[in-house]
């Protein structure tokens, strides 16, 4: 049963369909881009894969995305209203506008900037552990 659920769609990008209780169910992304520093290609790339995979998954399912997309979605919710919640951190890189590009084509909510945290909690550094939309 797991493994007839679980896709490898990439090197970088695979699905899970998991029960949840009666009908319901929930797909499990795990996905990752290149590093910041990488050909726009190989992350355009990436992003190219993750829209229809997300597009593929039944609009009852549930959907939680376990990624790394070395993007930062900054704390502009009133730009993306719907998508950023009021608690996010930092600015906004390249990444980010892609990645959040693709989850509003989609009408999802990256969950980690709805909730306030201490500071502490939402970056170490200057790496924002919290504003990567996982």
Not at 20 to 45: C, M, R
Not at 54 to 72: G, M
């Amino acid at each position: 049963m797991i493994q007839e659920s679980l896709v490898g769609i990439s090197e970088r990008l695979m699905s899970w369909c998991i029960p949840l209780f009666k009908s319901q169910y929930g797909t499990l992304i795990s996905a990752s881009t290149p590093a910041l520093d990488s050909e726009d290609t190989a992350k355009d790339s990436s992003y190219d894969s993750l829209d229809p995979t997300i597009f593929s998954i039944p609009h009852n399912d549930k959907v939680i995305l376990l990624a790394d997309f070395n993007a930062r979605v900054g704390k502009d919710n009133h730009h993306w209203q719907g998508s950023i919640g009021c608690h996010g951190v930092g600015t906004m890189n390249y990444n980010g506008l892609r990645f959040l590009s693709v989850w509003l084509g989609h009408s999802l909510v990256i969950t980690n900037t709805s909730f306030q945290l201490k500071t502490k909690h939402k970056a170490n550094g200057c790496t924002h552990s919290l504003d990567i939309g996982t």
